[in-house]
Structure formats: structure tokens, C-alpha cells
């Protein structure tokens, strides 16, 4: 369908994002006008419920560490939820122009690049529910340098999606 237009994209790697979109998000279609609304809501979805993973085990970090007296953790976890609340309004109002209301078409090249985002952004979003749950077990068996590196971690993947999403919001409106 999307193959081979682009000399630095593996065939294989394309069918693999592709493959593991779809078992993830079923329907993931770009190539069908009429899925393209159904499939953007999907996606969003997705990373979403990943980021909800996230704030939800951060919760719990929050409140262990509040116990524990470490307000050094709470002041972090707090400021790493902060940004996952900002992230997720982002992500829950999502494009509305471009290619997701027809009004342009797409080359392959372009539905090339939008699957290799849309990959990244799933790949980012279960990594930070699972630097979330590393994060938690940290705190629990009370390893102060793997907090604060763990910290880190999910500061810079909420980062990572947040640029990719961005990413994704201009290759959406510009196809």
C-alpha cells in the first residue's frame, strides 16, 4: 500500500509500525478518507489511557513518599504530573484540520512519515506508564538515586510526546 517511496524507510520497519498500530488501535487506516477521523480518535485514545497509567502510579508514588516524609519526591512527582495534565488536554483535543476533514490529500510519502510518528507516539506513551511503574518500585524499596533518575526518565518521555504529538498536529494539517 505505503511501500518503498522512501529510500531511509525499511519496508519491514514500515509493516512492522503498521502491524503493531493495528493490533493496538484496531481500524488504524489513514489511507481510507472515510477512517481517518475514526483512526486519529483511536490513537489519541491510546495515549491517553497510557498517560492516565502513568498519572495514576504517580498518585500512588505521591502518596508512599508523603508517608515516608519525602517531600522531595512529592515536590517531583507533583511537577512530572503537571506536565502529564498539561499533555493529556493536549492530546484529547487533537487536530481538526487538514487531513483529518478531507480537505487535502496525502502522498504515500506523507502517510509514510504519519505512521512513523504515530508509532513513535505509542512506543513513548507505554514507555512512560512502564518509567512510572519502575519509578513506584523505586520509591517502595527506597533507592534514592533510581528515584531521581527515574524522575528524569518520565520528565523527558512526557517531553518526547508531547514534541511528537506536535510533530504529528503540523504533518496533519500541512497534508
Not at 512513523?116 to 534514592?144: F, I, P, Q, Y
Amino acid at each position: 500500500m505505503f511501500m518503498g517511496t522512501l529510500d531511509e524507510i525499511e519496508a519491514g520497519e514500515l509493516e512492522e509500525n503498521k502491524s503493531r498500530l493495528r493490533s493496538l488501535i484496531p481500524g488504524y487506516e489513514y489511507g481510507r478518507k472515510e477512517k481517518r477521523t475514526e483512526t486519529d480518535r483511536a490513537l489519541r485514545d491510546k495515549v491517553v489511557r497510557e498517560i492516565d497509567k502513568a498519572k495514576s502510579n504517580l498518585d500512588e508514588v505521591s502518596d508512599m513518599a508523603y508517608d515516608d516524609g519525602r517531600r522531595d519526591v512529592v515536590d517531583g512527582v507533583g511537577g512530572v504530573t503537571d506536565s502529564l495534565l498539561r499533555l493529556e488536554k493536549k492530546v484529547e483535543s487533537g487536530p481538526t484540520s487538514g487531513l483529518l476533514n478531507g480537505a487535502h490529500t496525502a502522498s504515500e510519502e506523507d502517510l509514510v512519515r504519519l505512521v512513523e510518528n504515530d508509532a513513535k507516539l505509542v512506543r513513548d506513551s507505554e514507555v512512560l506508564a512502564e518509567a512510572a511503574d519502575r519509578l513506584e518500585e523505586a520509591v517502595l524499596e527506597g533507592r534514592t538515586e533510581e528515584i531521581e533518575k527515574r524522575l528524569r526518565e518520565l520528565r523527558k518521555t512526557a517531553d518526547d510526546i508531547e514534541r511528537a504529538f506536535e510533530d504529528r498536529k503540523d504533518l496533519l494539517s500541512g497534508l
